[in-house]
Structures are given as C-alpha cells and as structure tokens.
C-alpha cells in the first residue's frame, strides 16, 4: 500500500515564524501536491511538483512556498505565519507513469494552529 | 475549466438507510471520476474510481456509474452503518492531460444509531 507521511498531526506556531510541513511517499510517486482545507471550501491547491525540483503553482500559492530536493519528500514553507494560515494541510502524491488519470493518496493531514 | 458539483450535506440519515450522494461535472475530453472519503481526523482515501463512459466502481457496498450523457457519478448505498459517517469528495483527473485532478466541495454524512 502506498503510505504518505505527514511529519506533524498537530502543530502551533505563533504568528511571524517560519514554518515547515513535511511529507514524504514510499510509492516512487512523481507527482506530489499541497492542499489546504478550510470548512466550507473544501480542498484548495496550494502547490503542485511533478518531478524533482519542479513546482507549479496552485490556486492559491501566496505566502507559501515549497521544496523538492528528492522525489520522495514535499515541503511546504510558511514564510511568515499569520492566523490566516491556520487550517488543516494535505500531501497527496500520485503516479505520472500510467496517465493523467491516477488517484491520488493522501497522508493523514496536518492541523496547523497560528497564534 | 473543469468543474465538479456536489449536494450540499449535511445529509442525516438512520442506520439501514438508502443514500444517495449527487455528483455531476463539467470537464473536456474523457476524464477518470472518483469517490474519496474523509473520516474524522484522517486524510482522504479512495474509495472507488470508474474511469470510462458506463463503468461502475465498487468497493465496501458503495457503488457509483460514470454517466457521459448527464454528466453525473452520484454514489449509492444501499444500507448505511455507523461507521459510514464521514465526508465524501467526489472528483475528476485526467481531463485534457492534466495531472490535477478537480475535487467538489464534500458531502457530510451523518448514519444515526
């Protein structure tokens, strides 16, 4: 079975921080993806890498940034926390090799409080 | 663009109760479809997928048919537990090539004793 791994389920930090999610796969997945989800508005991309040190943005990528140095790991930096920024954050990883048209797998999320 | 439309929830039923969960989408070309579900405290995880005109996915009771002529993939069971509780994201990938895949908003079912 695919396992993605989200490093923390809960996380506080206070606003200004620097803040980093990780996530990593054991699928030898190529494409790897950040979401965050808000009551009400369901699931929103934050950013998408479909290879090493490839990324795209999301639809909504301000504030964010995100690194992939190796295929299996996923980082999502906050810059500069602030309390908007408190959510739930999905990893999700899927593979490229059989289409377009995969599944994706999600880690278990991560719930990030800004205060 | 592409676009996935979901009832809104909650939708409360009993326990033994028939649910359906409306699912409908806009997208170009042929794109794959899929139920995920989301049970509390969890990430989301497949549930079932159909990826051309007329399949239907299966998996755990639940059952959807991918309809091209009405554009729908509504998910069925014909007897839901407790343990159904949780909420349910319909989605599409594939469309056009791209490996984004499309979600809807989710569905909360709430199954009562």
């Known amino acids: 079975d695919v396992k993605v791994t989200q490093s923390s389920r809960y996380l506080v930090k206070r606003t200004g921080e620097k803040v980093f999610l990780e996530c990593v796969q054991d699928m030898d997945h190529e494409n790897m993806f950040w979401y965050r989800q808000d009551p009400g508005l369901g699931l929103r991309l934050i950013y998408f890498?479909?290879?090493?040190?490839?990324?795209e943005k999301g639809d909504i990528p301000e504030g964010y940034s995100v690194s992939r140095e190796k295929k299996e790991r996923f980082s999502l930096i906050l810059e500069s926390a602030s309390t908007n920024q408190t959510s739930m954050y999905l990893c999700?990883?899927?593979?490229?090799?059989?289409?377009?048209?995969?599944?994706?797998?999600f880690g278990d999320g991560t719930r990030l409080s800004i205060l | 663009g592409n676009s996935v439309t979901q009832m809104e929830g909650p939708v409360t039923l009993s326990e033994e109760a028939f649910l359906t969960i409306n699912c409908t989408y806009t997208a170009t070309g042929y794109p794959s479809l899929f139920w995920y579900v989301q049970y509390p405290g969890e990430g989301l995880q497949l549930l079932l997928k159909?990826?051309?005109?007329?399949d239907k996915g299966s998996n755990k009771g639940f059952e959807a048919t991918y309809r091209k002529e009405t554009t729908s993939f509504h998910l069925e069971k014909g007897s839901v537990q407790v343990s159904d509780s949780a909420v349910y994201f319909c989605a599409l990938s594939g469309s056009g090539g791209s490996y984004i895949p499309t979600f809807g908003r989710g569905t909360s079912l709430i199954v009562h004793p």
């Open positions: 890498s479909y290879d090493v040190k490839m990324k």
């Open positions: 159909a990826t051309k005109a007329d």
């Open positions: 999700a990883s899927s593979s490229r090799f059989w289409g377009s048209n995969q599944p994706q797998h």
